[in-house]
């Protein structure tokens, strides 16, 4: 009997040494400069900055909700992360604990942009005032009953026009994928994703219409905002002006490139273990593939020239159309 109970705590004391406590730390930057590398406002606390157009813009607030977030590891385990809620504010880091797990290697994390129906619609009052679905004070992020609350609220003028923005509704709830390669050890692991805010204002024309941000912000925020740049290499000579679309899509998308320096002459698709999934040799005057029949599942598109790779698309399939 007492054998039995040594051999018990021994494995019950292994087990709960392999148990890591997981952080992720969001950096937020504007045009490649970290705010927490003082980045100097303007006068009543706005700063500067410019889209891929090259056109101007100042920022005075971006705070936005994110939700529900999964870690995908191990060889495709997900472990869902309960009650995981955060209200972020653009203009500082913001760290998510996640608490401790038996994960030895991370893939790839998933979380929502916004709320899902059932919080989006609950009472704000029934929250102690430190949680981040209560009241929040001046620029309270709870809209209506019907509405509920603010996914995001963005203030932010350019040279011909001021605008304030609030997105909202269940319709907006979306999810976003960052893949990563990551060995997770040590008894408390952290890791730094990047958020790029000025690429919530690309392809926007600054100089004509800073209203029509209503018709870009949910493609730009989930699809171009956030990465971590140690998730896959990348040859120096990058290839830009790549896009996927529809992204999340039904295991059908098209891929476009624009002119380069450097020609595309492959296009090779993995999935998160790393296997290859397709592989097709495309004319080196070539800018777009049309690609099907993939199946449910989280994948990187990797663009080639000569051998090496010039550029990484994340994509999702859900198995849905979108």
Not at 229 to 253: C, I, K
């Amino acid at each position: 009997m007492r054998f039995f109970l040594c051999f018990a705590l021994f494995f019950s004391w292994l087990s709960a040494q392999s148990q890591t406590e997981i952080i992720f730390e969001i950096d937020h930057r504007l045009n490649g400069t970290s705010f927490n590398e003082g980045i100097e406002p303007t006068w009543s606390f706005e700063f500067e900055a410019e889209n891929n157009l090259g056109h101007a813009f100042t920022l005075q607030r971006f705070d936005y909700y994110l939700s529900n977030f999964t870690i995908v590891h191990d060889g495709g385990q997900e472990t869902f992360i309960e009650e995981s809620f955060y209200i972020l504010h653009s203009l500082e880091e913001s760290e998510l604990n996640f608490g401790t797990h038996e994960i030895s290697h991370i893939e790839a994390l998933k979380f929502h942009f916004g709320l899902d129906e059932i919080y989006n619609h609950g009472d704000p009052s029934t929250y102690p005032a430190d949680h981040p679905l209560a009241h929040q004070g001046l620029f309270t992020m709870f809209w209506d009953w019907q509405s509920g609350y603010i996914f995001a609220g963005v203030h932010t003028h350019s040279d011909s026009d001021m605008a304030i923005f609030h997105f909202a509704g269940d319709e907006n709830y979306t999810e976003m994928v960052v893949p990563l390669d990551a060995d997770v050890s040590g008894d408390v692991w952290t890791l730094e994703l990047t958020a790029r805010i000025e690429e919530t204002w690309r392809d926007i024309n600054l100089e004509e219409d800073l209203n029509s941000m209503d018709d870009y912000f949910l493609e730009n925020f989930t699809n171009h905002v956030f990465s971590y740049e140690g998730t896959l290499s990348v040859d120096d000579q990058n290839l830009s002006n790549v896009s996927v679309y529809p992204n999340p899509n039904s295991g059908s998308f098209q891929i476009q490139w624009g002119e380069a320096d450097v020609l595309v002459d492959r296009v090779e698709i993995f999935d998160l273990s790393g296997k290859s999934v397709f592989l097709r040799s495309v004319e080196p005057n070539s800018q777009n593939l049309w690609i099907e029949g993939l199946s449910e599942g989280l994948y990187i598109v990797s663009l080639q020239s000569n051998g090496s790779v010039v550029s990484n698309q994340k994509i999702v399939c859900s198995g849905q159309a979108h």
